[in-house]
C-alpha cells in the first residue's frame, strides 16, 4: 500500500517556467510534510516542509502549497533554472516520528 | 560541519554473502534511520536507532539488523544477500528530543548484488 502518491514521474520545464510536482497522502495522522532534492550519486536534501496548519509556505523560490481537505500537497519552483534539474521525493511523516514514508520521486529537467 | 557520512560508497557481494554498512551521524545527533531506495523509487524506511534503542522498524525481513554504538554511529547488516537488496542504502540523522522527524540525509552506500 502506498501513502504517498507523487506525480507526475517527469517533467521538463523551459529555464524560467514555474515547476509543479503534486503529490497525495492516505493517512491523516500525517503532520510533517518534507520535500527532498536528490542529485544523481547524493543523498536527498532536505529542500522545505510544512505542517497542515498553514497552507502555503514560501523560501525563495521554492513554495509548498497545502490542501488538508484533499489530502494533496504541492511544489512550485519559480523561475526554474539548470541546476534546479534533480529529483524531487515529497515525503510525509508524523511529528518526532523517524521514519518518513516518501513518494517514488519525479525527475526534473529543466531546459536551458 | 561534517554531514552524515557513509561508508563505503560502494559495494559488490556475492548472493548468499553478508554485509555491513556504517554511519556517522550529524555530530549533536542522537538519532539514525535506516532506508533503502532502489533504483527509480524513493526510500523506504528500515529501521530507526535512539540511543542505542531500536525505535522503529519498516517491513523488511529478519536478514536485516542494525545497532547503535554509544558514540550514537550505527551499523546495518544484510545476511544472506539476495539479487533484491541491490540498492542505495541511506542513512540520515536526527537530534532527537522531538525533532526526530526532521531528518539529514547521507550520501550513501550504493550496494550491488551478483
Known amino acids: 500500500q502506498q501513502q504517498v502518491k507523487q506525480s507526475p514521474q517527469s517533467l521538463i520545464v523551459q529555464k524560467g517556467g514555474i515547476s509543479i510536482i503534486n503529490c497525495a497522502y492516505e493517512?491523516?495522522?500525517?503532520?510533517?510534510f518534507p520535500w527532498y532534492q536528490q542529485f544523481p550519486g547524493k543523498g536527498p536534501a532536505l529542500l522545505i516542509a510544512?505542517?497542515?496548519?498553514?497552507s502555503e509556505k514560501k523560501e525563495g523560490r521554492f513554495t509548498i502549497s497545502f490542501n488538508k481537505s484533499a489530502k494533496q500537497f504541492s511544489l512550485h519552483i519559480m523561475d526554474s533554472q539548470p541546476g534546479d534539474s534533480a529529483t524531487y521525493f515529497c515525503a510525509a511523516s508524523r511529528t518526532n516520528a523517524g521514519k518518513s514514508t516518501f513518494g517514488d520521486g519525479t525527475t526534473l529537467t529543466v531546459k536551458p | 560541519d561534517a554531514g552524515v557520512t557513509q561508508s563505503p560508497t560502494h559495494l559488490i557481494k556475492t548472493r548468499g554473502q553478508h554485509v555491513t554498512l556504517r554511519c556517522s551521524p550529524i555530530s549533536g545527533h542522537k538519532s539514525v534511520s535506516w532506508y533503502q531506495q532502489v533504483l527509480g523509487q524513493g526510500p523506504q524506511f528500515i529501521f530507526q536507532?535512539?540511543?542505542?534503542?531500536?525505535?522503529g522498524r519498516g517491513n523488511f525481513p529478519d536478514r536485516f539488523s542494525a545497532r547503535q554504538f554509544p558514540n550514537y554511529s550505527s551499523e546495518l547488516n544484510v545476511n544472506a544477500l539476495l539479487l533484491g537488496d541491490s540498492a542505495l542504502y541511506l542513512c540520515a540523522s536526527s537530534s532527537g528530543g522531538g525533532t526526530f522527524h526532521e531528518q539529514y540525509f547521507g550520501p550513501g552506500t550504493r550496494l550491488t548484488v551478483t
Open positions: 510544512i505542517r497542515p496548519d498553514v
Open positions: 536507532y535512539y540511543e542505542k534503542e531500536e525505535r
Open positions: 493517512n491523516t495522522a500525517f503532520d510533517y
